[in-house]
């Protein structure tokens, strides 16, 4: 009889024999040498999408939110569903790095790196539209409870815009001081393998004089086990409060008890979505196959199911509750603007059900998890789909609310508004692309830690041990 | 086994000296504020390291620096300068108040005129006058806009170049000898008349003919057939129980509709402890505002208005219906028959058909139902409108044949209104002595020899009698803004009189009230009555009523497509049409603005245009998507293409055509992209000018052509339930079957929190606030309200509400404040309809004030909701959380009011730009903050004049009453169907409306627990049919709860 070190259920975390060195060069490997064509491209374009958006929100800011097709009944449009798409994008990141690093899943490091930036970049995205959806943007201070002489004038504390502020700044910060305290030891290595003087200097900056000490890592690890800490209820506390936007008004399709869970569900449900289309493309462009592996892109699949199918019990709740209440309002807006499909915009419903409940399905099936390019195909369709469910909840609650006399006409977004969404798009590829060029996209500290335990070089290490009779390992252990 | 030395650097295997100290210090805490780390080796605390400090307090400074030099860019200043010497009597700040008179063709109303710091910004209506008693119209309420149109003539032109007055007097003195024709608008003062009479009899030969571009010949000449008289009766709607109207729109633009409103409303005003209601029965051709009002109503074709007056005249005496096939209509007549004769002696029948064979039959009717001296005032003729058709049409052709040398144009412009204007243009170029009193430079004066710039009514001295007895008088509110010169004074100079207008007038009614302070008085209350008003029938000529039953008998019935042409609220005959605040008004009917289009029936539309409105689907498709069907329109001829609007209530077989639109750009920027002139449409039988039209072809073009339309649903009930919290309408019948239906209804959407008496305090998990001091009410009773729009017209004047323009229409972008709703009932081919003024509630627990993220909007000590612009940002969550949908966005700069210079060119048409032009700006009211971009704005109940009206009442000394202030939409109203004041006085006219009508009283979505402080009375209708929707309504409810 003999001992196995190796789970022989779990997969390895990381493919191949390979050495700490190794794993080194294969995730420096981007930052150290030059980009490929395909980066220039991708950041070009990443470049031009941002400065559309720039001259969207120029035209927006100078001539008014005019410049977009919302009107008296649909005050708010493309520009809140952006927002809420964009923060519910950013919701993996912190999920993978905080709530699996608590519940110790080991698979979270191929991932986590990539993820974080992520968040922070949709975070960044997500921000702008609030912030730009304002008739008069250039006193948006006025949203600060800052001491000030105006009487003093403070903000209204009952308003969930206000909760949202409070919400997505705290979350932000804590996710980007989450994100850079991880990076602290790989820009250290990096720092270290500089080949110029410049990149020693930027990198020792920014590496925070790390020298990897055992006090650093002690203090390091604890500071992460804290963020973590924060992390965790703000997972659940950002959306849930974003949901309050709609939850505590008295609009039919947007007064409803349900929203907090069945927004954060929806968050996570699309930023593992967001995830999966990233991390697909990062493992291929960078080679990064041994360290995101199929096993990732599974794992992440199952938390696509289950999240979806949880919006889609929400949307069901919704339907039934429609009916359920004999409210003539709530019915009108969940069975006529939602669920008929020849209502002006049943088609968005539809196509919100079909994205977001029948189509992650397919994730029952094992085969299909681990098939990427279904993989990728399905991440795309989970983001269309919960774009549609954020549009749907917004528009098709305002468009038709209590008045019929202020039913509203068909909207349509102008090309500002579409070239406001596609400017947070250029925001955050170009950002993505940055950080790819210049960061470790995968957390080298945390694979090594994870070699340690799982992976081919541990496997080979443990043969010796593991071809040993199982007596001599009683035998030794008894001895201590 | 050996012990291998592990290592982690260089230095820890070559146990180096910087290593060893690092692993010395790695434990080590150091404050980060010391560079010079000496200060502590010396055993100084890090306080003494001073660098850090020095070096905070110098970023610190340099940074306040910089800011405050950015931050004092210079801003540009604009001046304001003081009087030098200040006249006396005028404090700035306050308004002064001159009776005047809003005078345009014939219509003529009594205003006072609100003058601020010398310019007239605001027309109220005058109460000392027994014909409005304050009522106006919203053609009055944005008269005042038309002071201030930069289209207006700035000066005089001799064939189309300036000249001077001087020079003018002397071309035409040369000119003028030999016969002149003098075509004016009916011409209600008598001073002008006389002036006019003077001119005609120092130029022999000459003649004044009245031109009215819609006239009413046909009732002056069935009148003169039948009774003697070429005159026009007062119509009495007030003692009238039972009303009969052949499609005439008494409410909307028949003779003086603001009159007659106001009478009509006093017969729907309901007691609620002796329920009685006037009877109104309705024929309508084409959806209109008059018939939307009605009791009952029946759709017919314009051609058959003739045998359903005979019809009637049948029914009235007893005999049997004959020449009617339909049994829809042939019901109609015997249910206005049966209204009639139950109360003869207080019936009236009246008819807009310009047909005089009609008008005689409807005079027999009036006869025979005791109309004639009691609903009908032979003793009081009115001056509204005097021209016969066939005066002008003689004039056309004598121009044409050379006859004549010279024309003067007063007030009327035939080259755009009358039918065969080709004929009266070549008439015109035949003519040697063309010359036009104008304020613009319109159809006919730009074919003018000789344009006098005509001043408008706020700068004129004047009079009229509108009605025989009762004048009216004009006086200026300005001094001339450009330079100008009255009709009469040209009138004057060219009869050789030297003394002016002004002059004549007084001189004239000194002499007839006996002094110049009489006069003086008389001028400061704006109006004289009679003392007594004489009442008198007029005896029927029964030949002329044979023959005209003979005519009507003979002509057969019509089975092709008809036409009917109307007029707009707003709009008129095109007086309005370059009157921005007018374009922008909703229809009351269609709720469109800016255009013209061709209404159809909704069972037109299913064959036309394949749209069935009861298909949600198509109903929803053609909703939602401004751009309406074009269809091609021919008639005689002539063709018209125009967007079609599918309004229920019209007849299956009838199209309509507003007038007034396609005017020349000359009259001003609001009439461009407007619509098509339709006058051409109308046609001339017997010299008189018809504006219904058989024989009418449509084909569907193909294109379509967006129509702004402000509200696109009219229709309360849908598939999950009827919406009678929004709207409650009940029938008189129902009522006095259970007068208590509605608040039953309102007690059982209440009923899961205690009912209507706990509502408030258990609908809520809030504690309930004491609310004492003053608590501004509103009250609009649905029943009086009839959707004409003057409150509108007149909060855009008093509250500085912009105009936006038709491209921001279309995209639902409308600033109005106040808007009225209109919504169907019942069968949608011809529906019940009622109307709903909207402004905002001002609910105690208003939904927009807890979501606004920095208190912008909140609730003041008095229970108004109140914006504060400056704190806004615009986030507009208040505006999707309002349930009433009555918050406005600022989308762009449509006030020139932006701290961006230069944004509106490119992005808002060029009439919202011309709105903010120096001279347009003048209309604006100081009191009303301009909003700029990117800020909400709502109705603010007038808060300026609540502020005015508390001042007042503080500066006497005294608590505040309820006769201190009248919100300006509850002024205009010519109905009195809005009631204001402060709830908390138990005296005060709101309590009063709400104390006395408990049973009709409700809150606007009661259920949602906002608290709304704006009540309605609910809308009773006199019909003895089954309120449809709500009873299908209930049926629907109940069948669910089994």
């Known amino acids: ?480 | 086994m050996e012990q291998k030395k592990h290592w982690q650097s260089f230095g820890e295997l070559n146990n180096s000296e910087a290593f060893n100290a690092e692993v010395q210090n790695e434990f080590k805490e150091e404050l980060p504020f010391v560079e010079d780390e000496s200060t502590l080796e010396k055993g100084g605390s890090f306080l003494q390291a001073k660098a850090p400090r020095r070096d905070f307090l110098k970023y610190l400074g340099f940074s306040t620096a910089a800011a405050a030099v950015a931050a004092s860019c210079e801003m540009p200043i604009k001046k304001a300068i003081p009087f030098a010497n200040k006249p006396e009597d005028l404090v700035p700040g306050i308004s002064d108040y001159y009776a005047t008179t809003y005078v345009q063709d014939g219509d003529v109303i009594s205003v006072l005129a609100k003058v601020r710091d010398g310019r007239p910004i605001k027309l109220e209506g005058n109460d000392l006058s027994p014909l409005t008693n304050g009522g106006t119209s919203a053609r009055v309420q944005a008269a005042v806009l038309d002071l201030y149109d930069t289209a207006r003539l700035r000066f005089p032109l001799m064939s189309g170049k300036e000249a001077s007055f001087e020079n003018i007097d002397k071309a035409i003195a040369a000119e003028l000898n030999g016969a002149a024709v003098i075509v004016t608008s009916s011409i209600t003062s008598p001073s002008t008349k006389a002036v006019i009479a003077q001119f005609l009899a120092k130029h022999p030969g000459s003649k004044h003919v009245t031109y009215d571009a819609v006239s009413h010949s046909s009732m002056l000449l069935a009148n003169e057939a039948c009774y003697g008289k070429r005159v026009l009766p007062s119509y009495q709607f007030d003692k009238a129980k039972a009303v009969v109207s052949l499609s005439a729109d008494f409410l909307g633009t028949w003779l003086n509709p603001v009159e007659f409103a106001k009478q009509y409303a006093t017969g729907k005003k309901l007691n609620e402890k002796t329920p009685a209601m006037s009877k109104h029965v309705h024929f309508e051709t084409v959806a209109s505002l008059t018939g939307s009002n009605a009791d009952q109503k029946y759709t017919c074709r314009p051609s058959e208005i003739g045998a359903i007056a005979a019809g009637l005249l049948s029914a009235v005496k007893g005999q049997p219906i004959t020449g009617i096939n339909d049994v829809k209509l042939k019901e109609g007549i015997a249910v206005a028959a049966d209204a009639l004769i139950g109360n003869k002696n207080a019936a009236l029948v009246v008819a807009g058909s310009n047909d005089v064979n009609v008008q005689i039959i409807v005079n027999a009717i009036n006869d025979a139902i005791g109309a004639n001296g009691n609903t009908i005032n032979f003793g009081v003729t009115v001056n509204y409108r005097q021209g016969i058709d066939s005066d002008f049409a003689t004039v056309v052709d004598d121009m044409n044949a050379g006859k004549i040398n010279t024309v003067l144009f007063y007030g009327a412009n035939p080259v755009y209104s009358w039918p065969q204007a080709d004929k009266v243009k070549s008439g015109l170029a035949k003519v040697k002595t063309s010359i036009s009193f104008n304020a613009k430079l319109d159809e006919t004066t730009a074919l003018c020899k000789y344009v006098l710039p005509a001043p408008h009514f706020l700068e004129s001295w004047g009079d009229a009698e509108p009605a025989a007895g009762y004048y009216t008088f004009l006086q200026p509110t300005i001094s001339p803004l450009f330079k100008t010169r009255p009709f009469e004074d040209s009138l004057l100079k060219w009869s050789g009189d030297a003394t002016d207008f002004t002059t004549y007038l007084k001189n004239e009614w000194s002499r007839k009230l006996g002094s110049e302070t009489a006069w003086n008085k008389t001028l400061q209350a704006g109006v004289l009555n009679p003392t007594s008003v004489p009442t008198a029938g007029a005896s029927l000529n029964g030949a002329a009523v044979a023959n005209a039953l003979a005519v009507v008998a003979a002509s057969k019935p019509n089975t092709t497509i008809e036409l009917a042409l109307y007029q707009k609220i707003g709009i008129g005959a095109g007086q309005g049409a370059s009157n921005p605040w007018l374009q922008e008004l909703p229809d009351p009917v269609t709720r469109a603005t800016w255009d013209n289009y061709i209404i159809v029936s909704p069972s037109m539309a299913r064959t036309l245009l394949n749209i069935d409105l009861n298909n949600a689907g198509q109903a929803d498709d053609y909703e939602v998507h401004p751009p309406k069907k074009v269809v091609k329109l021919t008639v005689d001829g002539k063709s018209i293409e125009l967007p079609v609007l599918i309004i229920p209530g019209t007849h299956p077989q009838t199209v309509g055509i507003a007038l007034g639109y396609g005017r020349a750009e000359a009259v001003g920027k609001a009439v461009i992209g407007t619509g098509k002139n339709a006058f051409p449409l109308a046609c001339i039988e017997n010299g008189t000018v018809h504006f219904n039209c058989t024989n009418v072809t449509l084909s569907v073009t193909g294109e379509t052509y967006p129509v702004a339309l402000t509200q696109t649903h009219f229709r309360y009930d849908t598939a999950q339930g009827t919406r009678t919290e929004v709207v409650k309408e009940i029938t008189l019948a129902e009522y006095k079957k259970n007068p208590t239906e509605i608040l039953e209804e309102r007690e059982a959407e209440t009923k899961p929190y205690g009912g209507l008496e706990k509502y408030e305090a258990q609908g809520t998990i809030y504690p309930v606030y004491e609310r004492p001091g003053i608590k501004w009410g509103m009250s609009v009773d649905l029943n009086s309200c009839n959707g004409c729009g003057a409150c509108v017209v007149a909060c855009n004047a008093e509250n500085n509400v912009a105009v936006v323009g038709k491209p921001e229409v279309l995209r639902g972008h409308e600033m109005h404040w106040l808007r009225i709703d209109k919504y169907f009932s019942g069968d949608m081919d011809n529906p019940n309809v009622v109307f709903q003024p909207l402004m905002c509630q001002h609910c105690d627990n208003a939904p927009c004030e807890n979501v606004c993220p920095v208190a912008a909007t909140n609730h003041s000590s008095e229970g108004l909701n109140q914006m504060t612009y400056n704190r806004c940002i615009g986030t507009r969550y208040c505006a999707n959380n309002c349930p009433f949908k009555v918050r406005r966005f600022n989308w762009s700069d449509y006030s020139g009011a932006d701290s961006f210079p230069d944004n509106q060119e490119g992005i808002v048409n060029d009439v919202v730009i011309n709105m903010s032009d120096d001279l347009t700006r003048m209309v604006l009211n100081p009191d009303v903050t301009v909003r700029s971009r990117g800020v909400i704005e709502k109705c603010s109940f007038c808060v300026q004049r609540l502020q005015e009206g508390k001042l007042k009442a503080k500066k006497d000394s005294r608590p505040f009453e309820d006769g201190d202030i009248k919100v300006a939409c509850q002024q205009s109203c010519p109905t009195n169907a809005i009631s204001f004041g402060n709830a908390n006085d138990k005296h005060s006219a709101i309590t009063k409306v709400r104390v006395e009508n408990p049973n009709r009283s409700f809150y606007v979505l009661e259920q949602l627990h906002v608290l709304p402080n704006v009540t309605y009375l609910a809308k009773v209708r006199n019909s003895d049919e089954h309120e449809a929707a709500h009873e299908a309504s209930n049926e629907k409810e109940a069948e669910k709860k089994a």
């Not at chain 1, 790196?113 to 006193?139: D, K, N, S, Y």
């Not at chain 1, 720092?191 to 650093?216: E, N, Q, V």
């Not at chain 1, 609009?251 to 999966?276: C, D, E, K, L, N």
């Open chain 1, 1 to 480: 009889m003999h001992i196995k070190y190796e789970s022989q259920l779990r997969e390895p975390l990381v493919y191949g024999e390979k050495t700490f060195h190794q794993v080194t060069e294969d995730i420096l490997r981007p930052i150290e040498s030059k980009p490929s064509r395909l980066w220039y491209v991708g950041f070009f374009i990443s470049v031009c999408l941002l400065m559309f958006g720039v001259y969207s929100v120029y035209r927006e800011v100078t001539y008014g939110i005019g410049q977009w097709n919302l009107n008296k009944t649909i005050g708010w449009g493309w520009d809140i569903t952006n927002f809420v798409w964009w923060v519910g994008i950013g919701h993996a990141g912190t999920l993978i790095s905080a709530i699996l690093l608590l519940f110790r899943q080991g698979w979270r490091t191929g991932v986590n790196r990539a993820a974080e930036a992520m968040t922070i970049f949709a975070v960044m995205c997500a921000g702008q539209f609030p912030i730009f959806h304002m008739g008069r943007v250039w006193l948006a201070f006025f949203i600060m409870p800052y001491p000030n002489s105006r009487g003093p004038l403070w903000v209204n504390f009952n308003s969930p815009l206000l909760w949202d502020v409070f919400a997505i700044s705290t979350y932000f910060t804590v996710s980007l001081l989450f994100w850079y305290s991880g990076l602290i030891p790989d820009l250290a290595t990096v720092r270290d393998r500089a080949f110029t003087k410049l990149r020693k200097k930027l990198y020792g900056i920014t590496a925070f004089g790390w020298t990897g000490s055992t006090k650093h890592w002690q203090r390091h690890e604890s500071l992460s086990l804290v963020l973590a800490g924060l992390s965790t209820p703000l997972v659940l506390s950002v959306h849930t409060i974003v949901s309050f936007d709609f939850a505590t008004s008295v609009i039919p399709g947007w007064h409803t008890t349900i929203f907090p869970p069945y927004f954060v569900a929806g968050a996570i449900f699309s930023g593992f979505a967001m995830v999966q289309t990233l991390m697909l493309v990062v493992r291929k462009v960078f080679g990064l196959q041994d360290y995101i592996t199929v096993g990732h892109i599974e794992m992440m699949n199952k938390v696509i199911v289950l999240t979806g199918s949880i919006v889609g019990i929400a949307y069901l709740t919704e339907l039934f509750m429609g009916w359920y209440s004999q409210n003539k309002y709530e019915g009108y807006t969940f069975w006529y603007s939602r669920a008929y499909l020849f209502s002006p915009y049943g088609w968005s419903y539809w196509g919100m059900m079909a994205c977001n409940v029948l189509s992650p399905q397919i994730f029952w099936s094992k085969k299909m998890r681990r098939n990427l390019f279904v993989t990728f195909f399905m991440s795309i369709i989970v983001n269309i789909g919960m774009w549609f469910e954020r549009f749907v909840i917004i528009v098709t609650s305002l468009y038709r609310d209590y008045l019929p006399s202020s039913w509203s006409v068909y909207y349509s977004p102008s090309i500002y508004e579409i070239g406001f969404y596609m400017g947070t798009f250029g925001l955050f590829f170009t950002c993505f692309f940055l950080f790819a060029k210049y960061f470790p996209v995968i957390a080298v500290a945390e694979i090594k830690y994870v070699l340690k335990r799982s992976g081919e070089s541990y496997k080979t290490g443990m043969e010796k041990l593991e071809a040993q009779p199982l007596d001599n390992f009683i035998h030794d252990n008894a001895h201590h």
